[in-house]
């Protein structure tokens, strides 16, 4: 039997469910509602896509179901975009193809030919770095590492942008330490904005204790707080600022042991 199962979400969206993580994969409460206020308005992408003269690089700490992509392909149609845009990701445990075919991005998204994108995505993944083209976006490229994030080797270009979208610190907690975030940091630029749904301080104080500038941000779906960070101090302007040395202190301190 599957340990994945297939679920739709309160905003009409998939997600999936991981016996072996025991979680979602996205919010239960609205997949692509979510994943739009996490990663695209909150860190400032949308604004950034529609300015953007040069090229862009995207991060996305596991690629699960593929839906931040199909995202980004969304945005870039509805608002035209035509940038060179890299989208990295890494995967150690990708979906079958029998599991993408009960999604429906293509719905809600309102595109047929993501699902057959992301069909012979699964089925032709190589161990190490994966190139892929869409035909409708022919300026936008996506590399995805199949493996480990221990074993990612760095992208070629510095990121603009981070997706950190793991499962949660405690069942996913080797992509929450400060290590973790300092391999991120070593692939950032200065203006880099990194994004995540978590607000737990653990994960918070990780990020501290690798060198970034944290602040809080209003989470999505009724969720209190998400967290938003940058090697910038001026990228945080618009957030509440959170005190990193406290948090780092706390750390040490075994607070979150
Ligand atoms: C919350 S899901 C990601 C959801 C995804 N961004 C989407 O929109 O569907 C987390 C993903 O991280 C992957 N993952 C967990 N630990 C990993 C690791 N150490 N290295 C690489 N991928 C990992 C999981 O298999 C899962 O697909």
Redesign the pocket.
């Known amino acids: 039997m599957s340990s994945i199962k297939h679920h739709i979400t309160k905003d009409g969206s998939s997600?999936?469910y991981?016996d072996v993580?025991e979680?979602?994969?996205?919010n239960p409460n609205g997949?692509v509602s979510e994943?739009r206020h996490v990663f695209f308005e909150t860190p400032g992408l949308v604004d950034q896509l529609q300015m953007a003269d040069a090229q862009l690089s995207i991060f996305?700490?596991?690629?699960?179901?593929?839906?931040?992509?199909l995202l980004l392909l969304d945005y870039c149609s509805k608002l035209n975009v035509n940038i060179p845009i890299h989208f990295y990701?890494?995967?150690?445990?990708?979906?079958t193809t029998e599991t993408i075919d009960a999604i429906n991005y293509e719905e809600i998204l309102e595109d047929d030919v993501y699902k057959p994108f992301l069909k012979t995505l699964f089925s032709s993944l190589q161990k190490g770095w994966n190139t892929f083209s869409i035909n409708t976006h022919p300026t936008i490229e996506l590399h995805l590492?199949y493996?480990?994030?221990?074993e990612?080797s760095a992208p070629e270009n510095k990121i603009d942008f981070f997706?950190h979208?793991?499962?949660s610190p405690e069942v996913?907690d080797?992509?929450w330490t400060a290590e973790t975030f300092k391999k991120l940091k070593a692939m950032a630029n200065i203006n880099s904005v990194l994004s995540t749904y978590c607000a737990a301080s653990k994960a918070r104080a990780a990020l501290a204790k690798a060198g970034w500038n944290i602040a809080r941000a209003k989470g999505a779906l009724g969720k209190r707080e998400m967290t938003i960070a940058s090697l910038n101090q001026e990228k945080l302007s618009g957030f509440k600022r959170l005190n990193e040395s406290r948090l780092i202190e706390r750390l040490d301190g075994g607070d979150f042991d």
Do not use: K, R, W
Request: proline share 5%; net charge negative; charged share 10%.
């Open positions: 997600t999936l991981s993580f979680q979602y994969y996205h997949a994943s996305e700490m596991g690629f699960g179901t593929g839906l931040n992509f990701s890494v995967e150690a445990f990708p979906v590492f493996g480990l994030f221990d990612l997706f979208d793991p499962f996913n080797e992509l």
